[in-house]
Structure formats: structure tokens, C-alpha cells
């Protein structure tokens, strides 16, 4: 029997996915998307670290299988709803529970990190958090009040979607809604520096990423009691992750399995 058949948590959650099994003893890693972003972006990346690490994607509504169902245009509510299907792993205390989020995923993860503090349980073990600011660093950005045109001169810009998906009008006019929900949740998305989780932190960004700095990334470190620590790729963008997948993913094994 499978990880995948074994697990009535999430066998029967719309909101986590998993793609390969794992060992029984496995820590879990929860993978957060961007803005637009669906479950199915991590699928390599369980691939490399299946059968160590137990990797459980979120899969947020309005997009692929979940296309019908209504669109969460708030943070706080995303974070809330995957609580929820999320706390069962926490609960279990005997094997690691770490998050990964890029971009509004990071922000996302934070905020359920939160609320797992909150319950009174145990922190996860890591937070990685991939191309974000800290959450309490904000810009002007009004980036979902722009017209069609105006919302896919962002994603070139960001080149976080295939340009033969960019290219077809037809698959990006189906995109679009859940792309512009997102954004307006992360831009309308605020924390006070105050705001602090238990879990050390780790910052992936790359050097030329637009939409976070160096100095708002060093700022996660005010959002943790914990260790603060960042890791810069050199030439990298938004999706630097998708340049070089196989140094990130060492990187996020070799954190996971020294602790």
C-alpha cells in the first residue's frame, strides 16, 4: 500500500495533494503556491525527494480540478481553510512538519504557521520562504486592478508562466480569474512587524528578482523568535527556482534531513 492510499487525511482533503510516496517515517514538506500557481508546480520537486521526504502540495481553488469552486480572494481565509485540512499533520508530533512557499505561497504558509500556534501546537520545523518580502513589507502594488493586457505584461515580466501558455488567448483567458483573485489576496495582505512564528526561517531569493529586495528579505528575520537565515542566487529572477531546480532542492533536503 501506498503513502498515497494509506492517508485518509489526504485522500479526502481538496486542499492537499500528493504525488509520490513516502517513507513511513518520513519528515513532510507543504508546498505553498504563488499567485496563479496550482499544486501540480511541485510535482518535480516531490519527485527528487520522494522517498525521504513526504512532499504534500496545496492545491487552492478555482484552478485545474478545483476550477468550479469559488475563488478565496483573502490570506487570512486561504490560511484559515488549509489549516484545517493541514492539522492533522501537525498534530502528529512524530515526524517533522516543514513548509516551503514561493512568492504568495511564502506568505500564505506564514499565516498558517500561525494558526498552528495559535491551536497550541508544535511550530513547524522549518519555514522556507521563496521570492517574498516579509510580510510586514508592503508596496503600492495594485497589480489585479489592471486590465487583461495590463495582468499578462506582469507575468512576462516575471516570466512565471509558460510563454506557449502566454502565446494562447484561450488558456490564459481561463487563467486569468485565479491569477488576478491571487494577486489582489497577496496585495491586499497586511501584518505588523510585530508578528512573530516559532520556526527558523530560511529565505530563498534570487539577486534580480523585481518584486523583492534584499533588504525586505532580510526582514523575515522580524517575524520569527527563531533563526533568520538567507540564501541569494546569483542572476536569479522571480522564478529563479524554475532555472535551477536541482540546487534548490539540495538545498531544501540538506535543511530537512540536518534539522
Request: net charge negative; with cysteine; charged share 25%.
Amino acid at each position: 500500500m501506498t503513502a498515497a492510499t494509506a492517508d485518509p487525511a489526504t485522500a479526502n482533503s481538496p486542499w492537499i495533494r500528493r504525488y509520490h510516496s513516502a517513507l513511513p517515517t518520513a519528515p513532510r514538506l507543504v508546498c505553498f503556491p504563488h499567485a496563479g500557481g496550482s499544486a501540480s508546480f511541485y510535482f518535480p520537486v516531490a519527485g527528487a525527494l520522494a522517498p525521504d521526504v513526504d512532499v504534500l502540495a496545496v492545491q487552492y481553488p478555482g484552478r485545474q480540478d478545483r476550477r468550479a469552486e469559488p475563488l478565496v480572494d483573502s490570506v487570512h481565509a486561504l490560511a484559515d481553510r488549509v489549516f484545517a485540512d493541514l492539522r492533522p499533520y501537525a498534530e502528529d508530533t512524530g515526524r517533522p512538519l516543514v513548509f516551503f512557499g514561493h512568492s504568495m505561497g511564502a506568505t500564505v504558509a506564514f499565516e498558517v504557521a500561525r494558526r498552528i500556534q495559535a491551536a497550541g501546537l508544535p511550530a513547524p520545523a522549518r519555514l522556507f520562504a521563496s521570492a517574498r518580502r516579509a510580510p510586514s513589507r508592503t508596496r503600492p502594488d495594485q497589480v489585479h486592478k489592471r486590465d487583461d493586457d495590463g495582468l499578462i505584461a506582469e507575468l512576462r515580466r516575471l516570466s512565471g508562466t509558460d510563454s506557449r501558455v502566454l502565446g494562447n488567448e484561450e488558456i490564459m483567458r481561463m487563467a486569468l480569474p485565479a491569477i488576478r483573485n491571487d494577486y489582489k489576496a497577496v496585495e491586499t495582505y497586511r501584518a505588523d512587524s510585530g508578528v512573530r512564528i516559532d520556526s527558523p526561517v530560511t529565505v530563498f531569493v534570487g539577486d534580480d528578482d523585481p518584486t523583492t529586495s534584499l533588504d525586505e528579505a532580510k526582514a523575515w528575520n522580524e517575524h520569527t523568535t527563531a533563526e533568520c537565515e538567507l540564501r541569494i542566487f546569483p542572476g536569479g529572477g522571480h522564478f529563479y527556482l524554475a532555472d535551477r531546480p536541482a540546487e534548490v532542492i539540495e538545498e531544501i533536503k540538506n535543511r530537512i534531513t540536518t534539522g
